[in-house]
């Protein structure tokens, strides 16, 4: 039986349905990717998968005790407390009274923590607290660190593990990768795959979305498709089906029209008083009329400007330290005419400084830049602040101009923009209205309307459908300048750079030849221990971590060779960890009692301190020994 099934489904928010006829089942172990254009309806499908949303018309039917939870694609701007309190928040009411507990026994409150303590007990609360416990440790998060001064990937990290406490049959996740850096990614990657429940998703990272999806569910003009197998197999029936689809529409329409000059001849037709002929006609014209036509492509021309100088920028003896860390340490690099740069590096690794450095935005504590002549810098960052909130599309895009000149063609601004996908009313709307995606389209039209010779680009895949993602990738293929790119998407790392820039921490830059692929073929072997490694990591919530198990770090690499000494470590370790999550469940089973919660509240403290302390070295025993047989 499926945990959640779609009957019939209608959805809209004025004019077409956004769902029409919406059948879709989820079954168990299953991971499932929505596809779609932007504003197809993707995470209106998942808020209605969610019941955060009620059909227009059909029906949403959830097994008898199956759990759902989502992710928001995006922080909730009133997400406040520790990292503990926004985690146990997923579990409503006892979340708050566990979190109010655990305030009480940071401050030493013994008042407020017997009052926290006793409705918890009222309400058998216990076990959930020894849950955001274990998903707190599986996803390394550090419990008492404030929420709002974690980095935005540790944020969506803490709000997975919101969803997780749950215990959920099916897990939503809504762009689950956007702000997060690469290493941040590939140990996302490595969690889904291991979590037990069923997972969907919707994402523009096409290297995550290959890497998990077992199923494809298309959202297409309001209908909804499955199509089984992976990503690839999805592509190639999807452009035989729209090939059929093609092929029909032209002989309906060419029927129509033999139909529509038959009816013209007029009296003819009403001697003949063929009825049936005519009231056929008016249903071929009904259905014509309700024909949803396949949305049109991007159409991206880059204005072009005159070449600039053969040395593009020339960085020398670089070093720039931020808060007593040093982001760039003697760093020297050169950008030639036509280079394709890519720039990677973990999230606060310093890649926006770096891009600051390079084009001269910022001086370098020590060292210097230089750069080339005849330069023409477009820019496109990552927080679209080029873009004027109260100004319309075409305001934005025009400057005061109703037409722009791409190439020696004078375009006007309503014309330009329809090529981005705007309708003459979304063009005229306010940008508040406008999604995410919408917005990146319009930073590319504003950013493509300007002739530049050197193009920067800092993340300009986030919420960019797969259709426009691919045809950006062929613009940028075709651009005549030198390109700058930051980026966590792979793939488009891959299709786009022929050479990228590292950040490898300690105030190293390197330089590769390739995209991300080739990066990772030719890093030293020594970056490979800075990668998370979630295959030595149980991932599912349960009540106690399964033994250590023999892995090979790095996907294959050998195993360095270790001393005498910690061989026999790593030999010892798997005793030692059963012997330490003995006494953890020993020590938690005695807190289970209710008797001992009678004991005076220095007792409490004491036994919940050495709980923590416990766990703190089960923990570091954990990561030793993922350390040692890596």
């Given at each position: ?227 089984p197998g992976d990503y690839d197999n999805y592509l190639r029936r999807r452009e035989e089906r729209l090939h059929a689809e093609a092929q029909e529409n032209a002989r309906f ?83 030639m005419r036509g280079d394709r740069v890519g720039i990677i590096g973990p999230n606060g690794a310093g890649k926006s400084t770096l891009l600051k450095i390079l084009l001269g ?138 050479s990228t820039l590292v950040l490898e921490g300690g105030g190293r830059l390197a330089d590769y030849v390739g995209g991300y692929s080739d990066w990772v073929r030719q890093r ?107």
């Amino acid at each position: 039986m499926s945990l959640l099934q779609l009957q019939r489904v209608d959805f809209s928010v004025g004019g077409p349905l956004l769902l029409e006829r919406v059948d879709l089942s989820i079954e168990s172990g299953e991971r499932i990717c929505i596809v779609g254009r932007n504003g197809a309806g993707k995470s209106t499908l998942m808020r209605l998968l969610a019941g955060e949303l009620k059909p227009d018309d059909g029906e949403l039917r959830v097994q008898d005790g199956v759990v759902v939870a989502r992710m928001a694609q995006e922080v909730p701007q009133d997400t406040h407390g520790s990292v503990f309190d926004v985690v146990a928040r997923g579990l409503g009411d006892l979340g708050a009274l566990l979190a109010r507990y655990h305030h009480a026994l940071h401050d030493g409150d013994m008042e407020a923590m017997g009052a926290a303590q006793a409705q918890i007990e009222a309400r058998h609360g216990w076990d959930l607290d020894r849950r955001v416990q274990q998903v707190l440790s599986r996803l390394e998060l550090p419990e008492d660190a404030d929420f709002a001064a974690l980095s935005g990937g540790m944020k969506r990290r803490v709000l997975l593990a919101q969803a997780l406490v749950r215990k959920p049959d099916i897990l939503l996740l809504d762009e689950p990768t956007n702000h997060l850096d690469i290493d941040a990614i590939a140990w996302l990657e490595g969690f889904l795959k291991q979590f037990d429940g069923s997972i969907v998703f919707v994402t523009h990272d096409r290297s995550f979305l290959k890497a998990l999806a077992t199923r494809i569910v298309e959202i297409d003009r309001g209908r909804v498709t499955s199509w089984p197998g992976d990503y690839d197999n999805y592509l190639r029936r999807r452009e035989e089906r729209l090939h059929a689809e093609a092929q029909e529409n032209a002989r309906f329409d060419k029927l129509l029209a033999q139909e529509e000059v038959w009816i013209r001849q007029g009296i003819k037709a009403r001697r003949t008083r063929n009825e049936g002929r005519v009231t056929a006609l008016k249903a071929m014209r009904r259905e014509r009329a309700q024909r949803r036509e396949l949305s049109g492509n991007v159409k991206m021309e880059a204005a072009s400007a005159q070449n600039s100088g053969r040395k593009v920028i020339e960085a020398r003896g670089v070093t720039q330290a931020y808060d007593g860390r040093v982001l760039l340490d003697d760093v020297s690099t050169t950008l030639m005419r036509g280079d394709r740069v890519g720039i990677i590096g973990p999230n606060g690794a310093g890649k926006s400084t770096l891009l600051k450095i390079l084009l001269g935005e910022m001086q370098p504590q020590k060292g210097e830049v230089t750069l080339g002549t005849g330069l023409q810098i477009a820019y496109f960052d990552q927080h679209r602040s080029r873009l004027d909130e109260s100004l319309s599309a075409l305001e934005n895009v025009g400057e005061g101009s109703d037409f722009v000149e791409i190439n020696g063609t004078r375009k006007h601004i309503v014309g330009y923009l329809q090529d981005f996908l705007f309708s003459p009313e979304r063009a005229r709307a306010p940008i508040t209205r406008l999604s995410g995606g919408e917005r990146n389209r319009l930073l590319l039209a504003k950013l493509f309307a300007q002739p530049s010779n050197l193009l920067v680009m800092d993340e300009p895949t986030n919420d960019l459908d797969v259709e426009t993602l691919e045809l950006l990738e062929e613009l940028l293929a075709d651009y005549k300048g030198t390109l700058l790119l930051v980026s966590h998407d792979r793939e488009f790392l891959d299709n786009v750079v022929t050479s990228t820039l590292v950040l490898e921490g300690g105030g190293r830059l390197a330089d590769y030849v390739g995209g991300y692929s080739d990066w990772v073929r030719q890093r030293p072997a020594a970056l490979f221990a800075t990668e998370p490694e979630p295959a030595s990591k149980s991932v599912a919530v349960s009540a106690a971590a399964p033994a250590p198990a023999a892995t090979t770090a790095g996907g294959g690499e050998p195993k360095r060779k270790l001393s005498y000494k910690d061989a026999r470590e790593l030999e010892q370790l798997p005793a030692r960890i059963e012997s330490l999550e003995a006494e953890v469940a020993a020590r938690t089973q005695a807190m289970n009692d209710p008797g001992f919660y009678q004991q005076d509240g220095a007792a409490i403290v004491a036994a919940n301190e050495a709980l923590a302390a416990a766990q703190a070295t089960l923990d570091a025993a954990y990561a030793r020994w993922a350390e040692l047989d890596g």
